[in-house]
């Protein structure tokens, strides 16, 4: 219990978030998917299950260890990665959402509030100073950027402002959250092998601003850039991680699957509003990619625990 990172709560917000997208793009390909909830609905579930596995086990974790605990929050390289369990608990209320209200209100203010509350940390955290540059990863976008994941499961909910307040927060901060990210990636240690998937996480800015900003702005045609840099991002991405089979697995490893979904989500979002048949093509290929990514990370992940095990 004393090892459970909170960094596993990325693997409710990757299954959860494949969840989503599959709903999301289920009506681009009525030949293939034609009854979409046999599809979509077992995957936001077993995104519903791995919260109510997690949460109560990380619950436990703060009473047991609770200097464990503190350790995540307050080491500037873990701390972003602790802003998964918020975010993670909004996609959770997103999924849930059409079968009960009250559930999914009950995750979805709490992920919000638990949100901002971590966001005032770590602002207050980083003013402290003392933070090396190596310390600085890609998690801080989970931590700082969070809220522009979260209108997704708002909207359902009919939380309009909410999610408008969450959105531009976090949306204000991208540019300079994504480029203190970039500066340590260019002039900064390379950072060690099993933590290169968290790189994937610059994907979800450019796909998110664009799909929920054109949800709760409609009219910014201009947001359509963020999905083409997204397009050219993710595969640099993909060329980088070309070896990633070799990478040591661990939690990490799951920083692969959100950003891909997020990606997914928006091309299936441009693919809806495009008459470009390519960009269907784009949707679908992106989907396959964000669901391989899901399967292998949880094949690894239930492997690692069974060999743990024995």
Known sequence: MKNLPIGYYGAVMGIAGLGLTARAAAPLFPGVVRAPAYVTEPIVL?????????????????????????????????LGFCAALPVGMTLVAGGVAPYSNVLGDILWW???????AMQVWGVARVLQGGIELAQINAGWMILFIGGIVVPGGGIALGHYEASRFLFGVSAAATPFVMGLVFYRAAVGPALPEML???????????????????????????????????????????????????????????????????????????AQESSSPQWRVVAALALALAAAAVLICLWKTLRSAASRRA
């Open 196 to 270: 290169r998937p968290s790189w994937f996480i610059l994907l979800v800015p450019p796909s998110l601003i664009y799909a929920h900003g054109l949800t709760l702005y409609p009219g910014l045609a201009f947001l359509d850039n963020l999905l083409f840099f997204g397009l050219v991002l993710g595969a640099g991405l993909l060329v980088y991680a070309r070896g990633f089979l070799r990478w040591p697995f661990g939690v990490p490893w799951w920083a692969f699957t959100f950003p891909l979904d997020a990606f997914a989500y928006a091309a299936a979002r441009y």
């Open 110 to 116: 709490g992920g919000a509030g638990l949100l901002v």
């Open 46 to 78: 077993a995104g519903l299950l791995a919260f109510l596995i997690l949460f109560p086990a990380y619950l436990l974790k703060v009473f047991l260890h609770p200097k464990a605990v503190k350790e995540e929050f307050t080491n500037p390289a873990t």
